[in-house]
């Protein structure tokens, strides 16, 4: 494969995207001041906020550099390149998981830091929490391989609205698995079993993913 312009390619969509991602990165750490405050409401304010600002990273990196590409007619251009479906796959799917991940991780890691360091949040909180944001990121790599697969601005608006829309019922759901439900208010960080579990899938489904997608793409011969 073309290393280097796999290069060129990774570099061009982080430095298009620069941008949304240093504003997103702000808006995620005024939703951690606000998970410090001794509001209940601002609490739960900065904590719907921080969930908001991780998932709009998501849609708008697969949307910027995937569907975009498309929708605008810069696809020929890059696929003009001296690169085959594999390179451009390989770009993308690099850059995305890099754009994604490098926020993704700093706001995670400091909720991570706001739940063990404020008394007034339970620390059974950290796992449940950590759950969710794995959650997260497997969202956005479905949403991110339909983009990919379909090149289709419609379904990947159908695939990121269903994936939205059950959010509420995942996060309903798992709260109240019985060994989750037991100890997500405890003093004490506990992996429950159900917790454990739903890492598992999820991480599974991640990885998955990511290799259905690799594989696909690789059996094409063209896309534009």
Known sequence: MNTAMIRHL????????RGPIAASVALGVIALGMLLSSSKGVFYLGSVLLLTVVISIGIFLA?????QERT????????????????????KLAANLLLFLTPWLMLGAGATTVILMREAVPDGL???TVVLFLHVLTGYIVVLATALVTGSEGWTIGVMAAINLALQGYVYWSARLTDVAATI??????????LRTVAAV???VVAFVLVATWQWQSRRTDFI
């Open 185 to 194: 208010t405890g003093p004490t960080v506990e992996w429950v079993p159900s």
């Open 10 to 17: 990774v570099l061009k969509d982080w430095y298009f995207q």
């Open 63 to 67: 949307f910027l550099t995937v569907v």
């Open 126 to 128: 950290l796992p449940y």
């Open 202 to 204: 999820e991480l599974g």
């Open 72 to 91: 605008q007619g810069l696809l020929p251009f890059v696929m003009s390149l001296p690169i085959g479906v594999r390179e451009y796959t390989a770009a």
